[in-house]
């Protein structure tokens, strides 16, 4: 048996790296990509899922993470910086332990998920938290970067987006082809961006008939691409994307344009019901960022906009348990209450509705 060797290893012929680069790996890469038999019930295309939270931190940016800080500790580099919804934090402190550097990560105050904060105290990040959103964070860490000796690992970084693209040559290995359709939360648009560049180089390259058509989700409340115009102050529950001026805008447009794609605004309280319906009808848990792609296809089926029998993937990019508290939540708001029980066999069959 042989183990997936993380990103790098595994399309180094694909990636900007030669035999003396210093790989920083933790495994990353190789997700499942699974059947979604419920979610093609209810829309009538044949949907995959490309699970993302199964990568080391429980997040996508572990692809361009492991090759940003390769990149940086190539260069001899000694502190990384990245500004961070949660995820990206998460990420940057984790590679930065494993390649013995300091990370250093500026967060909106109070606004990212608990799970994610954790994981960069537990990785041992610098972690600053700004009294601003996610924006002014990016900001500042572009200033910083420009300023003083410190790697920026934000998507901006171009490193971050190669390794990016690894997923849709995994969705194109598996599938034989890329799909149709090909939907994905939007924050930044990097992720959008990757993907995209992934298709275009396995077209390329002979591995893909085509490109799919991408559509991308953000939320109604941080929908800068979609409304045209930065938004001042972003607000939804998916904090991974409360992002009101995205930092590859333009190339997501691009991007857009080149494969006949998409984007669209999805209200809160869809995203939730979409994790629910991921969460029960699929057994995969993820984050209410995550759960936008769901809700992009739900939406989009409902409109009419699928074709029937049409293969789609979903990139559900950052795992339930980063944020667990919106499944503790109905959706009237108020707290689900585990049943308590005594320590008695009748009594918990009873509650379970069995008979002997
Ligand atoms: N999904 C999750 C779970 C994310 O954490 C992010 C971005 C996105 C989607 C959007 O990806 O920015 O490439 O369009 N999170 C960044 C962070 C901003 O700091 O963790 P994008």
Redesign the pocket.
């Known amino acids: 048996s042989r183990q997936w060797r993380g990103v790098i290893r595994e399309y180094a012929d694909r990636l900007d790296v030669t035999d003396a680069t210093p790989i920083v790996t933790l495994g990353e890469g190789g997700t499942p990509l699974l059947p979604a038999p419920a979610l093609s019930r209810r829309t009538g295309a044949d949907v995959w899922v490309k699970f993302e939270g199964m990568n080391p931190t429980g997040?996508f940016?572990d692809r361009g993470m492991t090759l940003a800080v390769t990149k940086a500790v190539e260069h001899g580099a000694k502190v990384v910086i990245a500004?961070?919804?949660?995820?990206?934090?998460a990420s940057a402190a984790a590679y930065a332990a494993h390649a013995g550097i300091t990370a250093a990560v500026l967060v909106p105050e109070g606004r990212i998920a608990m799970g994610k904060l954790s994981q960069a105290i537990a990785h041992n990040a610098k972690l600053l938290q700004v009294q601003g959103n996610?924006d002014d964070c990016l900001d500042l860490a572009r200033e910083l970067a420009a300023t003083y000796p410190v790697h920026l690992v934000n998507?901006v970084n171009n490193d971050r987006i190669e390794g990016q693209k690894t997923a849709a040559f995994e969705v194109v290995e598996v599938l034989g082809d890329a799909p149709d359709l090909h939907f994905i939360?939007?924050?930044?648009?990097?992720?959008?961006t990757a993907y995209t560049r992934g298709y275009r180089e396995d077209v390329a390259a002979g591995n893909a008939t085509r490109m799919p058509r991408m559509f991308g989700f953000q939320a109604s409340g941080s929908a800068p691409i979609v409304r045209g115009e930065p938004v001042k102050n972003p607000e939804t529950i998916a904090s991974?994307?409360r992002?009101g001026n995205p930092a590859s805008w333009e190339l997501a447009l691009q991007a857009r344009d080149e494969t006949d794609g998409y984007f669209g605004a999805i209200d809160d309280d869809k995203i939730l019901e979409a994790q629910r319906i991921l969460s029960t009808e699929v057994g995969i848990f993820v984050?209410p960022?995550?759960a936008i792609s769901v809700a992009g296809l739900l939406e989009r089926s409902a409109a009419g906009a699928v074709p029937s029998g049409a293969r789609v993937v979903l990139t559900v990019?950052?795992h339930g348990l980063k944020d667990p508290q919106w499944a503790l939540r109905l959706p009237d708001g108020s707290e689900v209450k585990p049943t308590v029980v005594p320590v008695d066999v009748v009594a918990i069959a009873q509650v379970l509705g069995l008979s002997a």
């Open positions: 997040s940016k500004a961070s919804t949660g995820n990206t934090s996610f998507s939360p939007v924050g930044n648009a990097g992720n959008y991974a994307i992002i984050e960022a995550s990019t950052g």
